[in-house]
């Protein structure tokens, strides 16, 4: 106990000196339950009793008075300034938990001419996400409004890329959206691409009730960024676009063939279906078998197999022109059997095992004798 009242009468003549400073280092994590000390009465210090260790934490020594007076005790440059420290920004985030308004109208004055700074500071996007969590609509309409000139830097920031969705994210208004138009407006294709914009572009595509100003950039670029890893992820987010889907139909032979664009067609499949089929089927006519055993194009064969029409026109094309045992002599060939197997009606299944019995004295590949037991199995 000496031992403690030591620490407390240390830390008393340290804050006599200095007494409206703050040192958070005068508590290490040692218990300070039951001790009192007598503060001379001259001091404005009052070090309570505590009855639970505080872990070297400043966050449980400021009330909600406390929180008003450290606001009103900095200057607009400071809030900024201490938002890009580790302790600041934490204790920014203390205050804006809270959620008192005027507390929040003040730092949100105050941050806002910095926005395009802080979303990108190592500290200072963590205070930012915070922040325009526990903004009014128009609060967060003013942050939005001083980062503007620099929202693209920001989108291409590994750090701002994450508190730019977040804003995003919790976008409503029409002056929100007619600001990220005008950001945005001649950047969507390379901001599409960058590793860290593409989710932002994918997240206004999720948010905003006005894609057009995407979609329309995109246009005639359809199959370039279907192609890529990052930009496949925007198509697959405009896919109900009639004029998407009708680009990726358009390349479907080359899409059906890469190792990225065949999800994007695979995607037209799912969301389309029957009324993608006449465009799919003449797309694929007299190329079937050819795709049918082509690593990427199969999986694509495969999602086609689930339709309807599209199998209909698979099967029978493979049967006239006898190239089913080209198809079971391949690995992806069978995988694309073996769902036509599991997908296809009585009739149809009958017609299959039929025209795969003829074939089946050409087929040596035992390799492959686990799957075509398996094809068969399906067809009975």
């Known amino acids: 106990m000496d031992r403690f ?17 703050f040192y958070e280092d005068d508590f290490t994590g040692k218990s300070l339950e039951g001790i009192t000390t007598s503060v001379s009465s001259h001091s404005e210090i009052y070090t309570p009793c505590y009855s639970q260790c505080i ?27 201490m938002a890009k420290t580790k302790t600041g920004s934490k204790r920014l985030q203390q205050c804006i938990a809270k959620s008192r308004p005027e507390e929040i109208e003040k730092i949100v004055t105050s941050v806002a001419p910095y926005m395009g700074d802080l979303m990108i500071d190592l500290y200072g996007n963590y205070m930012c996400q915070t922040l325009v ?37 919790i976008a409503n208004l029409p002056d929100e959206e007619n600001i990220y138009q005008q950001c945005f407006q001649g950047h969507i294709f ?11 572009i994918q997240r206004l595509l999720m948010t905003v009730k006005n894609k057009y100003f995407i979609i329309k950039e995109i246009l005639g670029r359809v199959k370039d ?14 896919i109900k676009d009639p004029q998407i889907f009708n680009e990726i139909l358009e390349h479907c032979l080359v899409l059906m063939q890469d190792p990225y664009g065949n999800y994007a ?9 029957e009324e993608c089929a006449f465009e799919f089927i003449s797309s694929i006519q007299s190329k079937t078998a050819q795709l049918c055993i082509q ?29 089913l045992d080209l198809l079971l002599g391949s690995q992806y060939g069978c995988y694309v059997m073996r769902t036509a197997a599991m997908e296809s009606d009585r009739l149809a299944r009958v017609e299959l095992s039929q025209a795969i019995s003829l074939v089946a004295p050409k087929l040596h590949n035992a390799k492959l004798q686990a799957q075509w037991d398996e094809i068969m199995a399906n067809l009975r």
């Open 5 to 21: 009242r030591k620490q407390a009468n240390y830390t008393i003549k340290k804050r006599e000196n200095k007494p409206n400073e």
């Open 190 to 200: 390379e901001l599409s691409k960058d590793p860290n914009s593409s989710h932002v």
């Open 55 to 81: 872990g070297g934490s400043i966050e449980n020594l400021y009330g909600p008075d406390q929180d008003s007076m450290f606001l009103d005790s900095l200057s607009s440059e400071n809030i900024a300034a």
């Open 265 to 273: 067609v695979q995607n037209v499949l799912e969301t389309w279906k």
């Open 225 to 238: 960024l279907a192609m890529d890893k990052l930009g496949l992820c925007v198509i697959k987010k405009c």
């Open 295 to 323: 690593k990427y194009a199969s999986n694509v064969m495969e999602k086609a197999m689930k339709i309807e029409n599209i199998r209909q026109a698979i099967i029978r094309e493979l049967i006239n022109e006898g190239k």
């Open 133 to 169: 969590q526990s903004c009014s609509s128009s609060q967060r309409l003013a942050l939005l409004s001083g980062m503007k000139n620099s929202i693209i830097r920001i989108a291409c920031n590994s750090r701002g890329t994450h508190a730019l969705q977040n804003l995003i994210s």
